[in-house]
């Protein structure tokens, strides 16, 4: 079976694709996909987040709130970024574990598997696990900057820097990879859809408690950390000025993010109690 499959493989390239030099180089990238190891970073992530999920709407059940597609969230939730509990450290990573509804989840899980599964396949799962953990860390960081007193849910910025991060990879992998102008259009249209409902629920929908400000700061950091971390086939110069002008960008932002919620935690709460 497995010869047949490499067999009808290769007669759909040798007809897309003609057999030249240009063939050989567009399928370096393709010839990187692996399952050793095993791509389980993303798998173990979502059943977490499942188990979570359904021990916190069970603990609303019983409590008499009934959990629809939209929510709501379990706000006392030791994992939900709490406003009035930032200095629990924590939270700021955790959060990604608590979903607002079966909508939210499911949209969640889907993409993080739909996206993050092939990438992990070809970059293995330790650099999945620094863009997915840094895309929630963004999030979160920025979120409790620009919406300091709304408690901030999901894992809208792992999974928006896995979007971003799919364009950095197709960005610096272009002349390795089988149609990458049909991939990067995929995955453009995957974010848009989904910073639309994102949108709808922020400003149009039914009005809740979560934050969805984390989207933008995951696919910031995707974006530079995905061509900072992820694997380049082919290395160009101009790909070493872009790699270090992002190593620059994600390091300051960094920087930034943690001091200004340092002081916003502690100094400005020290502030206010002694005042």
Known sequence: MALKREALH???????????????????????????????????ISILQIGVFVAEVNTLSEDGVSVGPEGPVYVQSMFILDPTKKHELWRFVTYMFVHSGYFHITVNIFIQLLLGLPLEMVHRWWRMLFIYISGVLFGSLVGSLTDPMTYLAGASGGVY???TAHLANVTMNWSEMEFPGIRLLIFLVIAGVDIGVAIFYRYVGIQTKVSYSAHIAGAFVGLFLGIITLRNLHVSKWEKYVWWG????????LAYLLVANYIAIFYEAKTYVHG
């Not at 050989?24 to 399952?35: H, V």
């Not at 992002?246 to 932002?253: G, M, R």
């Open 246 to 253: 992002s190593l620059a960008v994600y390091v300051l932002s």
């Open 10 to 44: 290769s007669a759909a390239v040798s007809i897309a694709l003609p057999k030249n030099e240009l063939r050989d180089k567009r399928l370096s990238y393709l010839k990187e996909y692996s399952c050793k190891p095993p791509p389980l970073f993303f798998l173990f």
């Open 161 to 163: 820097s896995l979007i």
